[in-house]
């Protein structure tokens, strides 16, 4: 028994439930649980991939430092900030701010650029962050220029395969930096990847526990999709099934948390994301990247929506939402768990 569902008496009883159940019967469960919290709806965030240059080299991404036959690109401050102008002008109230580890955006750039998204739109767009660790004074920083919420996954919650993928970098600081993001007032997303290879049913259940632990705001779960010019090119592809089960079990274990159906999924399977959404995911994300820079912004192989601008995407996902009987809403669709008194 995992140390923290034995404290843990209703945990200990979701995992139980998880263990013996079908898929079947537990993503309906999740899905009976997402609608009696968040009803029928589903949040959209437009996201940005804004540089793929990282100075990380995690094992299982294929935009790591050592991959030489990435084509590299950075957009410009101005560029990031007329995308969200576009956004928000076409609706959307919220943007994730998503790149590789890049040094060239300092904490001062990152700075101007939320000032000016802020300005711009009347304070009225909440802003994501995801680009990795920094020292908690930055966090601070750009929280104080308007930064609302940070999506930084812990990957696994196993420390040796942890440290082993992310060549050296340990499980333990990327929670500490979690923390500090939750000192700073963060509205604070975490997740894994599902399927790592050194992964066990134990490594899943330790990981969808990890996230109850820390109470998170958001969870973003995907499946692992191997890069073949990555160290793990030739892992196993895992089935989708296991994302899903990861999902609906995280659902019940945080009915509280926004929870998004990852494009990880819809690349791995044509119903990715319906899927998602029916286990309990109630977040969607379109990639409002333009599409010469989103084609090299590959984490895994056979991303789809490369072609498609992200305001073309938005057409196709309210049609996806309504095959599960479930609805888009513009809303910034802030975590109900999240307070900004911390
Ligand atoms: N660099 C930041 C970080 O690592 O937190 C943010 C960008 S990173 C590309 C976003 C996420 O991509 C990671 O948290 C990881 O889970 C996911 N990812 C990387 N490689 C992947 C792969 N091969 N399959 C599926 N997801 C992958
Ligand atoms: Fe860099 Fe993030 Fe990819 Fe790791 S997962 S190599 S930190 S972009």
């Known amino acids: 028994?995992?140390?923290?569902?034995?404290?843990?008496?209703?945990?200990?009883?979701?995992?139980?439930?998880y263990r013996t159940v079908s898929t079947g019967a537990l993503v309906q469960r999740a899905d009976e649980v997402c609608r009696s919290i968040h009803g029928n709806k589903v949040w959209l965030r437009g996201l940005v991939e804004f540089s793929n240059y990282c100075s990380m080299d995690c094992q299982y991404c294929g935009i790591r430092h050592s991959n030489t036959n990435v084509e590299r690109y950075r957009l410009s401050p101005e560029q990031i900030v007329n995308l969200t102008v576009q956004g928000y002008e076409a609706g959307l109230r919220t943007f994730v701010l998503q790149g590789g580890e890049d040094p060239w955006f300092t904490a001062d750039r990152i700075s101007?650029?939320?000032?000016?998204?802020?300005?711009?739109?009347?304070g009225m767009a909440a802003v994501t962050l995801s680009l990795g660790l920094r020292p908690r004074s930055v966090f601070a920083q750009w929280k104080a220029a308007g930064a609302d919420r940070y999506l930084m996954r812990f990957e696994t919650s196993d420390p040796e395969l942890h440290r082993r993928l992310r060549c050296g970098a340990t499980l333990e600081r990327r929670l500490e930096a979690l923390e500090d993001l939750r000192d700073c007032g963060y509205e604070v997303g975490s997740g894994y990847l599902v399927g790592l290879p050194g992964e066990s049913e134990e490594t899943r259940i330790a990981n969808a526990l990890l996230c109850r632990e820390k109470k998170f705001d958001m969870v973003g779960i995907g499946p692992?999709?191997?890069?073949?010019?990555?160290?793990?090119?030739?892992?196993?592809?895992?089935?989708?099934?296991?994302?899903l089960r990861a999902t609906a079990l995280?659902?019940?274990?945080?009915?509280l948390a926004n929870m998004p159906a990852t494009t990880a999924a819809g690349s791995l399977d044509k119903q990715g994301r319906e899927k998602m959404m029916a286990a309990g995911a109630n977040v969607l994300m379109p990639n409002i990247t333009p599409e010469d820079f989103k084609k090299n912004y590959l984490l895994y192989p056979n991303k789809i929506c490369l072609d498609e601008s992200g305001f073309e995407c938005?057409?196709?996902l309210d049609i996806r939402t309504h095959l599960v009987r479930k609805n888009i809403?513009?809303?910034?669709?802030?975590?109900?768990?999240?307070?900004?008194?911390p």
């Open 1 to 17: 028994m995992n140390k923290l569902a034995s404290s843990d008496p209703e945990a200990e009883a979701i995992v139980e439930f």
């Open 112 to 122: 101007f650029i939320l000032d000016q998204i802020k300005t711009k739109t009347r």
């Open 224 to 243: 692992f999709i191997p890069h073949p010019e990555t160290p793990l090119g030739d892992a196993p592809q895992q089935p989708l099934e296991l994302a």
């Open 250 to 255: 995280v659902r019940l274990l945080l009915p």
């Open 314 to 316: 938005i057409n196709c």
């Open 329 to 341: 809403d513009y809303a910034r669709g802030d975590s109900l768990s999240w307070s900004p008194e």
